[in-house]
């Protein structure tokens, strides 16, 4: 079983609206969770964090845990052709310390 | 501010060479900085974890002689890939945890080093 697994997609949304992005883990005691976007040929940028289960908003942007289901996810409302781009989860076991484990990223594709 | 450099940017070289690539935090102290690869359509895999002053911890499966790292400074942590080969390309990405920010596990990428081995 992969530790952190993403619909690879390509996922396409029309341009205003909600796209939504999941993201499953396999290991129970993962206590940090990231979303980073990436644009081809970059690094990856961080576009939100979550520690706690709940909802956690930023901008456009809200994530969404939920640990006892092992579910991460973001929602980007308002999509924008800019956001196409590919998403990508990632978890840390422990502390600040630890690397992170990322999933193979969610492609997506914001029409106009 | 949390700003992560990399040099070089991309880099071309022979099989059985050695490369090596910087990792620069330009305004923050880092104590732990992480080295990544990712190869083409797949995601980042962590190589190993750099502390200052202190040996790496590499992954399983990651050639600890094959990749040499060294982090000498809180603000400088190199990555020199030995005798190189075809599979060794790769983008190499580094990341830093940023020492003032203790309390917070947030990870500062660079901007990556394109590796393509002849």
């Known amino acids: 079983q992969k530790e952190v697994e993403q619909n690879s997609g390509p996922l396409s949304v029309p341009e205003g609206a909600i796209a939504s992005l999941n993201c499953t883990y396999s290991?129970?005691?993962?206590?940090?969770f990231f979303w980073y976007r990436q644009y081809s040929g970059k690094s990856p940028e961080l576009i939100m964090s979550?520690?706690?289960?709940g909802d956690k908003e930023d901008g456009r942007f809200t994530a969404q845990l939920n640990k006892a289901s092992q579910y991460v996810s973001l929602l980007i409302r308002d999509s924008q052709p800019s956001d196409s781009a590919t998403y990508l989860c990632?978890?840390?076991?422990?502390?600040?310390?630890?690397?992170?484990?990322f999933g193979k990223g969610t492609h997506l594709i914001i029409q106009p | 501010g949390a700003v992560v450099s990399q040099h070089p940017s991309w880099v071309i070289c022979k099989s059985g060479t050695s490369v090596k690539i910087e990792c620069r935090s330009l305004?923050?102290?880092?104590?732990?900085m992480f080295w990544y690869r990712q190869f083409p359509k797949q995601s980042l895999m962590l190589m190993a974890t750099?502390?200052?002053?202190?040996?790496?911890?590499?992954e399983q499966g990651v050639e600890k002689d094959k990749f040499l790292i060294n982090h000498a400074s809180l603000t400088l942590s190199t990555l020199t890939v030995t005798s190189a080969h075809p599979e060794d390309s790769s983008f190499y990405i580094c990341?830093?945890?940023?020492?003032?920010?203790?309390?917070?596990?947030?990870?500062?990428f660079g901007p990556g080093t394109r590796l393509t081995v002849l």
């Open positions: 990341s830093a945890r940023d020492l003032a920010r203790g309390g917070t596990d947030t990870q500062y």
């Open positions: 979550i520690y706690s289960n």
């Open positions: 305004d923050f102290q880092a104590t732990t």
């Open positions: 990632a978890v840390r076991k422990g502390g600040g310390a630890d690397g992170l484990t």
């Open positions: 750099s502390n200052e002053g202190s040996k790496a911890t590499y």
């Open positions: 290991d129970r005691v993962s206590q940090s």
